[in-house]
């Protein structure tokens, strides 16, 4: 119990400086703020063991100088003692009366010279003493004073009786607002009266010191009424059957506030992760899963709890284990961030049911302190790979529809072009000799009939012609006689023949031998781009070029005239360059339409060619 004059007492203990302390003595008669100095100086270290290390001697002793008191006062009491009895024998005596009193005197000056010097030199020490447990207690105080931590001392009734500068700043009172204060003001409302019973069962227990609420987070209250998260440990000790406790705390509301951050964080991550459409595993360098997410869950069939922790391996099918395993280890040792994985092959995953599937993968990796993580995204494309395939199926039956299409109007063609020429040319040929037998037996004067049979002659001569061309544009016999070159000769010297516009056709080999197919598609391909130089280009000069290489044929028909754009969208019934792009396309080559308006085109065709058996 303090009055209200040993709490103002209390002010001067927290100053910086030991020359504001009033005295030590002052200090010392304040019940308990010694020991509260003691034991702050290890009330931290001795939470685990829970037993206060003793003060050390040279300080114990200033509170008992009796024993040494008695070894200086016993040989002043034992000279006052021979002076006195000296004294009282020479009362008594006759003879040497003035020798004994001078014995006396002497002797009671040497005893009060002994005194003098013995208690000059208890004095010295004990200021000595006193000096150097200032400086501790200052030292003490100072650390107190400049703790980061609050530190409060409140004694048997939970009254403050210490505040440290920390506890000023964060609990935002000033000292003297709270010295002689309860402890409650400075906790909530409803925490208090479990506090209360908390520090009474923890001076009833005996125990030096102890962590405080290791179990949950402890709530301070700020003289603004504000409250915050702190952490504790209290410790205690008896000062002349008082029991005082000494709380060092901590306010934790960063702390606090960063776990929950993280904690929403991770709660906010982990939403993500279960929300991809994708399978997402993070393995460690054991190649052991650590975070599976909810598609991954789906993918193979496998609950989280099962997965995590198991092996990698487990939804790998059993030939792929090596391989995978080193390609991730290959990976961690390059040091790149991620990648794409199985680029060039499909990699394939293993549900739980047995089943396979394909998987498209990007796998990319990081390093926590110290341990690599890899991650793996997943994408099952059993549907993909499926359309993939359906898709190629039927390009590769269109491609084949389309060739024996082109095959079948070719030889359709070519049996018109056959007929006409053979059998209406042929049949056209013998009219017009039978005309000619006609006119040379007409008599003279059937000059109506001759001007007839002349005219007859006439058509006959146009009509062959016509049929000819027709049989030629259908399909030039010649190149089923005579063979690709002869035929792209005839083409070209058609096309001048008809336009005026110089062509020269170069060819690198001399003996250019294809299969049919391709030998028509070369064909059909130069006939067409020489068409459309001599409707479209009103070019000046023409060139063709056919290269052989034995793998490729390559055709270029080149023109200097007008151009065009070739991105631009197809005209409504304009065939002609998509027919042979699908020409190229169909033998399994390409076809590059280069142009621009005003810099004339040059259409240039790949064909892949197998080579030649000898006997075809
Ligand atoms: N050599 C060329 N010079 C200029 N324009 C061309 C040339 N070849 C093609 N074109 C342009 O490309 C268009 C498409 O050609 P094409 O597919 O053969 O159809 P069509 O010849 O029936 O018009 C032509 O209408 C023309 O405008
Ligand atoms: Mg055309």
Redesign the pocket.
């Known amino acids: 119990m303090y009055s209200a004059g040993g709490l103002e007492d209390l002010r001067p203990y927290g100053a910086r400086s030991v020359n504001r302390w009033s005295s030590y003595n002052e200090l010392c008669r304040i019940p308990g703020t010694k020991s509260s100095i003691a034991s702050l100086m290890h009330s931290r270290d001795s939470v685990s063991s829970g037993r206060s290390r003793p003060v050390p001697d040279r300080y114990a002793g200033v509170g008992q100088p009796r024993g040494r008191a008695l070894v200086i006062l016993g040989p002043i009491v034992a000279l006052i003692a021979a002076a006195a009895a000296l004294g009282v024998a020479a009362i008594g005596q006759d003879g040497y009366r003035a020798e004994t009193l001078i014995a006396a005197t002497i002797v009671a000056f040497v005893a009060l010279f002994l005194a003098v010097i013995l208690l000059y030199r208890q004095v010295r020490r004990r200021q000595a003493t006193g000096r150097a447990l200032q400086n501790i207690e200052a030292r003490v105080t100072d650390i107190v004073e400049s703790a980061m931590d609050p530190v409060i001392a409140v004694d048997q009734d939970q009254r403050v009786v210490l505040f440290n500068a920390a506890a000023e700043k964060a609990f935002l009172w000033p000292r003297a607002a709270v010295l002689g204060e309860p402890l409650d003001k400075l906790m909530p409302e409803r925490f208090r009266e479990g506090h209360r019973a908390h520090i009474a069962r923890f001076g009833e227990a005996g125990m030096t010191s102890r962590r405080m609420g290791s179990q949950m987070v402890l709530m301070a209250l700020r003289a603004d009424g504000v409250e915050f998260p702190i952490e504790a440990s209290i410790s205690q000790h008896t000062e002349d059957g008082n029991k005082l406790f000494t709380v060092i705390l901590r306010d934790i509301t960063e702390r606090v506030r960063a776990e929950s951050l993280l904690a929403r964080n991770e709660a906010r991550l982990r939403g993500i992760l279960d929300s991809a459409m994708d399978a997402i595993i993070t393995i460690d360098e054991t190649q052991h899963i650590v975070l599976f997410n909810a598609a991954a869950e789906a993918m193979f069939g496998c609950p989280r709890e099962e997965a995590i922790g198991a092996p990698l391996a487990w939804f790998i099918p059993e030939r792929f284990r090596a391989a995978h395993a080193s390609h991730v280890r290959g990976f961690g040792e390059t040091g790149t961030a991620s990648r794409r994985m199985g680029t060039l092959r499909i990699v394939i995953g293993l549900r739980r049911s047995g089943e396979e599937f394909p998987i498209d993968a990007s796998i990319s990796q990081v390093t926590d302190r110290g341990s690599k993580f890899f991650t793996v995204i997943l994408r099952d494309v059993t549907a993909r790979v499926r359309a993939e395939e359906a898709l190629s199926r039927s390009r590769e039956e269109l491609r084949e529809l389309g060739a024996t299409a082109h095959q079948a109007r070719e030889q359709e063609n070519s049996r018109i072009a056959r007929e006409l020429h053979d059998e209406l040319a042929q049949s056209l040929t013998a009219l017009q000799m039978d005309v000619a037998w006609c006119k040379e037996r007409l008599p003279d004067e059937q000059k109506a009939l001759a001007k007839k049979l002349e005219r007859m002659e006439t058509l006959l001569d146009t009509t062959v012609t016509a049929t000819r061309r027709m049989a030629a544009d259908l399909r030039p016999l010649m190149l089923d006689d005579l063979g690709l070159l002869p035929a792209v000769e005839w083409l070209v010297d058609n096309f001048t023949e008809r336009t005026g516009v110089p062509c020269e056709l170069a060819v690198s080999t001399s003996d250019l031998k294809l299969h049919n197919a391709h030998a028509t598609a070369v064909f059909r391909i130069i006939q067409?781009?020489l068409?459309?130089?001599a409707?479209?280009?009103r070019?000046s000069r023409a060139e063709v070029a056919i290269e052989d290489n034995g793998s490729e044929v390559t055709i270029s028909v080149r023109?200097d005239?007008?151009?065009?754009s070739?991105h631009d969208p197809?005209?409504p019934?304009?065939?002609?360059?998509?027919?042979?792009r699908e020409r190229a396309y169909l033998l399994g080559g390409e076809a590059a339409?280069i142009?621009a308006p005003g810099r004339?085109?040059n259409?240039e065709v790949r064909l892949p060619v197998a080579p030649m058996p000898f006997s075809q």
Request: no cysteine.
């Open positions: 067409e781009s068409a459309n130089i409707k479209h280009a070019a023109d005239g007008l151009g065009f070739p197809r005209k019934n304009s065939f002609g360059l998509a027919g042979l339409i142009s004339g085109t259409i």
